[in-house]
């Protein structure tokens, strides 16, 4: 595991890591809400007679939704979606969003935040995600873990993932780091090619149907099973990225 590190280095010419900040992707990393997700983009384009199916919306988690709905419309109808299109359909997803999500967070997502934090790293958001009601309950589920002032939304951005604009922000709003001064925690393949494309060593969580394979190609450096596991090696990858060059 040691050489995912060392590679990284290698690879972008740092003699060593500076790790001041980790970066967490939100819908997959901290809730477990892309079955909600996949379910109300499927009922929504069910709806408007837009032919998919729900695993293919693990795929595009991480773009902003008029990516996903443009994406589909060019697909199925050989066209760009209208803006009227893409609020109606954006607007009917996120209700059904609403009304599924039940807010349950990924198992061990709590507690490796707080470790991190504990450990002296800012912790910060960095989602494709423009849906308040989760967004505020970052603040109950993780009181005091996160600043607002540090979150990344779909808001902020011009570009969702996978460009690397959302994680270069993330970068900024951190405290205007360098790319080997942070880490990245994403589960989407779009994320992961995003945060590669800034730059940023991406350790992927694989806790949706997607195959492991998906995450290593898109360019992670670390693909893990669980947050658990991520949890329990934590200890072994901090010496790395807190480690000196000789
Ligand atoms: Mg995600």
Redesign the pocket.
Known sequence: MTTAFSDYLKQHDYKNFDLKAVLF?????LYDS?KWHAKSWKETMDEFNISSTSDEFYLY??MVGRSTINHLMNRERKRDATPEETDAIYKRKTELFSEYNDGSLIPYAYDFVKQVHDDGFICAIV?GSGQPTLINKIETNFAGLFSKERMVTAFDVKHGKPHPEPYLMGLEKAGRLKPNQAIVI???PR?VEAAVAAGIFTIAINTGPIPEKILADAGANIVLPSMEALYTNWSEYRKQLIAKAD
Request: aromatic share 0%; proline share 0%.
């Open positions: 992707d939100m819908d997959g990393v892309m988690e991480g989602t994403e589960n989407a994320g």
